[in-house]
């Protein structure tokens, strides 16, 4: 063979060899691409946010409500009562949607708005927090599964209730069925009477569970039914040294969430909490330790530890403040904030705002906006979120006792 052919086939064999070498580049690392910068697995929907605050330590605060005559009525046992009891863990159902409970999807990150002082320095610190974020918060929790109810058999009913332990072998949970269920129709009462509304649905499961271990656990939750739940749900998380004063005030807070489920109430963060804990009233107090929520919000104000009602991360905590304290402080601002603009709007108003769409991005700026229908502030009052917690600040901080 000539020296020509043998460095033509030479040429041949060094080209094969080079394509081949590129297609395996391009496969790994077309592959690498795909796989790591490719779509974002969807995560599931989990639940809203539950109803949380701190305790105090007997049940004999706050005075006994006003009875409406509800638990008078015969008891109206519920439909459905499959015989045995599925634990907790056993079907877990999407959680309530907008207006039941505190928003989880999320404005842009940052630092918190949380100021002490004055009340021009928490106007100040409300006013950097990151953009449309008006009524939008980021709730930090940790959610345990939420049960269907398929399946579960009432230990007890009463006229709007049916009422469950997620263990029935549990003695603690069995013993606060049994406790609280005739206390039930006069925690609505007190609930309804000071919304001036009753239940748009019955009966409500209400669940009494375990609490449990987490960073950030839930000590109460509501849910309306859904594809999954035809019932709607309450779930109180409770343990053997969970006060009365928590209970209670977690069930009235839990049944004002159920008592605003109508397509009239639009909730964002701050309303549908806010409402939550006024509606609780003396309860709420009791349990947090306050005269009212004004004084608990100078607290915070004079201890520098005020967190904005327009802070979209202000349930987020920093690094070493315990979640649920965290919770307790913002619920209680969001409350007193509330309890203003029920002084100056009417109950009316608050529970019945005009609607307003907004787009949000993900927690990560990353995705489609997602079009959320929060409160509109201004075309109800006038002002913004903002500016109408400068306004209140500034009543309050005056209003304060010398």
Request: negative net charge.
């Amino acid at each position: 063979m000539s020296l020509a052919k043998i460095l033509a086939a030479l040429a041949v064999v060094c080209t094969g060899f080079a394509l081949a070498a590129w297609l395996v580049l391009t496969v790994v690392v077309g592959g690498a691409l795909v796989g790591f910068g490719g779509p974002t697995p969807r995560v599931a929907d989990r639940p809203r946010p539950p109803a949380d605050h701190a305790s105090p330590a007997d049940d004999e605060v706050a005075p006994a409500p006003s009875p409406r005559g509800q638990s008078k009525r015969t008891a109206d046992p519920t439909t459905d009562r499959a015989t045995g009891a599925a634990p907790l863990a056993a079907g877990t159902t999407r959680a309530a949607t907008e207006g039941t409970k505190s928003t989880e999807a999320t404005a842009s990150t940052g630092g918190t708005a949380s100021s002490g002082g004055t009340a021009g320095d928490a106007a100040d610190a409300a006013d950097a927090s990151p953009p449309a974020s008006d009524g939008v918060s980021q709730l930090a929790v940790d959610w345990p599964p939420i049960p269907t109810l398929h399946g579960w058999t009432p230990l007890t009913s009463t006229f709007h209730f049916a009422v469950y332990a997620a263990d029935p072998d549990d003695a603690v949970l069995t013993s606060a069925v049994q406790r609280w269920t005739p206390r039930l129709e006069s925690i609505l009462d007190y609930a309804g009477d000071r919304l001036g509304r009753d239940l748009p649905t019955r009966p409500v499961g209400i669940v009494f569970s375990r609490s449990y271990e987490a960073a950030c656990p839930a000590r109460g939750l509501a849910a309306p039914p859904d594809d999954g739940r035809t019932t709607p749900l309450i779930l109180v998380f409770i343990g053997p040294d969970t006060s009365d004063l928590q209970i209670r005030a977690v069930l009235a807070h839990e049944m004002a969430h159920h008592l605003t489920m109508d397509d009239a109430f639009v909730g964002d963060g701050v309303l549908t909490e806010g409402i939550a804990n006024w509606t609780a009233g003396a309860y709420a107090l009791a349990w947090q330790g306050f005269d009212s929520w004004d004084d608990a919000a100078r607290r915070y104000l004079a201890d520098g530890d005020y967190v904005s009602v327009a802070d979209p991360i202000g349930l987020v905590p920093p690094d070493g403040e315990p979640c649920i304290a965290r919770r307790d402080r913002v619920y209680n601002v969001r409350t007193a904030f509330v309890g203003w603009l029920i002084d100056q709007y009417g109950l009316d108003t608050v529970l019945a705002m005009p609607k307003t769409t907004v787009k949000i991005d993900g927690p990560r700026g990353d995705g489609d906006p997602a079009e959320r229908t929060l409160p509109d502030y201004a075309a109800a009052t006038g002002d913004s979120l903002t500016q109408l917690e400068r306004r209140w600040l500034a009543q309050l901080t005056a209003a304060a006792p010398r």
